[in-house]
């Protein structure tokens, strides 16, 4: 059964660089994984995806290692308004959709 | 630039009621997906629309119904409210089905409470 695991939650300071990694279990071989950003009372908002290695984009890096068994998204020198939600998503071998629970990140100044 | 749009905002049912959830996007998408969003849980998907035509059931389909009306609407209905669909439901849609790999746009969200 394909899954997908990130932490519940994570704290950081204003200027850090924040890693959120996401362990996925049964995955299709051949497909994205991506990432998402919720704020409060607001719908997820796509930030990256890669299928393998290192993806960056302006707001976010993604490294997939060669297994594809976890993704870590990388968020350079956060600031207040990185406060957030952030879900990893992948796919099973059906092709199905399997959201991470989220990872509820709080940066403090 | 709309996006994804959906109506309304919040609503309260009572058990036994029935209502239909509106969304619209204006990105000429193919795909279309209704999701349930619950403390702890993340999202899962209920239903979801390939194309303009067709519909298919995601994870926790039971209790809902849906209508791809054409290529901007997807609706979502309740037929008997229960307690357990009280959540927040967010649609979404992508250029290509099942949007892992593409860009998935989400609405605001619907916050529906059945008392």
């Known amino acids: 059964l394909a899954k997908t695991t990130q932490p519940i939650s994570m704290d950081s300071y204003e200027g850090q660089e924040v890693n959120i990694t996401c362990s996925h279990n049964n995955i299709a071989t051949n497909d994205y994984i991506t990432w998402y950003q919720q704020f409060p009372s607001q719908g997820p908002r796509f930030i990256i995806q890669g299928y393998k290695t290192k993806v960056t984009n302006e707001v976010a890096s993604l490294f997939i290692p060669a297994d594809r068994k976890s993704s870590t998204l990388s968020l350079p020198r956060v600031s207040l308004s990185d406060t957030a939600v952030y879900y990893c998503?992948?796919?099973?071998?059906?092709?199905?959709?399997?959201w991470g629970a989220g990872t509820k990140l709080i940066i403090k100044p | 630039n709309a996006g994804v749009t959906q109506t309304p905002k919040f609503q309260v049912l009572k058990t036994g009621q029935s209502m239909t959830l509106q969304c619209a996007q204006d990105m000429n998408h193919n795909s279309m997906y209704w999701y349930r969003q619950d403390p702890g849980m993340g999202l899962r998907l209920i239903y979801y629309?390939?194309?303009?035509?067709?519909?298919d059931k995601g994870e926790v389909p039971n209790g809902y119904n849906v209508s791809r009306l054409n290529k901007r609407e997807f609706s979502l209905r309740l037929e008997s409210a229960a307690p357990s669909q009280t959540s927040v439901y967010f649609c979404a849609s992508s250029e290509r089905p099942r949007g892992g790999d593409t860009e998935a746009f989400f609405g605001q969200g619907t916050r529906l409470t059945v008392v």
């Open positions: 629309s390939a194309s303009e035509g067709t519909t």
């Open positions: 998503l992948a796919k099973d071998s059906n092709y199905q959709l399997i």
